[in-house]
């Protein structure tokens, strides 16, 4: 198992090593945002080890204008989803989110 980073580090680092290198190569110029918003632990800062077996892990939200999100999101989604690796830090880049 991964060393535990507490997950709104994590998320900054998964972004800027992982993410924004990719969005910059293929998406040169765009305008977004980046963060890590909802109800989880980690958002409030209060994760810790036992946060790690559920529905936690490297991620973001990418906020882009409403003219941006209906010309990118399809293409965006599809390039992220083929050139985000499949672990970072040796934990799962993929996982399901639970319901609300």
Do not use: C
């Not at 040169?28 to 945002?33: A, D, H, I, T, V």
């Not at 036992?50 to 973001?60: L, V």
């Not at 990418?62 to 040796?90: C, M």
């Amino acid at each position: 198992m991964a060393d535990f980073v507490p997950g709104l580090e994590l998320g900054e680092q998964f972004f800027t090593e992982a993410a924004k290198p990719i969005i910059d190569t293929y998406f040169p110029g765009l305008r977004y945002s980046a963060a890590m918003l909802g109800w989880s632990s980690e958002v409030l800062g209060y994760d810790d080890v036992e946060s790690m077996d559920h529905n936690w892990g490297p991620r973001f939200q990418l906020f882009l204008s409403s003219h941006d999100y209906e010309k990118y999101q399809s293409l965006l989604s599809e390039t992220l989803s083929h050139h985000l690796p499949l672990q970072f830090r040796g934990l799962p880049t993929n996982f399901d989110v639970s319901p609300q």
